[in-house]
């Protein structure tokens, strides 16, 4: 609906942009010949120098037209074409020669888009483009098709809609930039004999239908579990081969294993309130006993140096 709105809206520049233009130069060569003519009207007392100054002036009116910078005006003569004018200020031959076209030469934006188009793997998809194009040979683009504004519009969406046809939704997703090159090259074949030369394509937005989004979302989610799994198996597998080199390392010293259960006991009883269970044997192999002891005291202050600070008045 709004690549409708938007190409209306450019054939109405475009009418407005070939409608009759008033200029400075036409109207002074309109206004000194009717004001000699009325002055003649009062000298002599006749009707006739005004009217033929009037007639005069109408007539030289016609000839001086002004084309903008950007501008090409398209020149025929009893229907041929005899040239292009412009920019500037430029003269023709009154009712011999018309101007056809105003062809505009700055680069033109035109939406397009392809709504409910099949994919290469049959998903319905929506696609939104932008067209940046121009005229380089106003000639051809005024003589070799009738309406080139809407003849690039409709070569563009007929190419999107070509390019969706043969490429598949993950390629659509991901190859964006591949996309447009080749959209960009195939609407370029199609409007170079028209005079008209496309600058780039830019895909705005793809849209897949609702249910498709969903199914895509749980097996993305189903994917990003998949590598979490696998990323937990290997650490376990890391942490395994870790454990083994230790195992080796303890087996030869077994001093080096009294110590590492000892630092694992201390750490596990200096956090207030913690509980332990170590076995008789691990006591007596290890001589844990004085160390259980030392934490066993230290523990205890720990408790009344906490009910202490508590019975004090604040």
Known sequence: MSTNLELLQTKRNLAAQNAPRVNVVSVVALLVPAALGIAGTFLTFSSVFAIAGVLVGLLLAQSPKVAKQWEKAVVLRLGRYVGLRGPGLFWIVPFMETISTWVDQRIITTSFA??????????????????????????????????????VSWAAQTALRDIIGRTSLTELLRGRERIEVELQQLIDQRSNPWGVTVQSVEMRDVVIPDSLQDAMSREAQAAREKQARIILGEAEVEIAHMFEQASHSYANNPTALHLRAMNMLYEGLKEKGALMLVPSSAVESMGMGGLMGAAAMRQQKLTEFGSETADKPV
């Open 114 to 151: 392809a709504e409910q188009t099949l994919t290469s793997d049959t998903v319905p998809v929506s696609v939104d483009a932008v067209l940046f194009w121009l005229v380089y040979d106003p000639e051809k683009a005024a003589l070799e098709v009738q309406d080139y504004p809407q003849a």
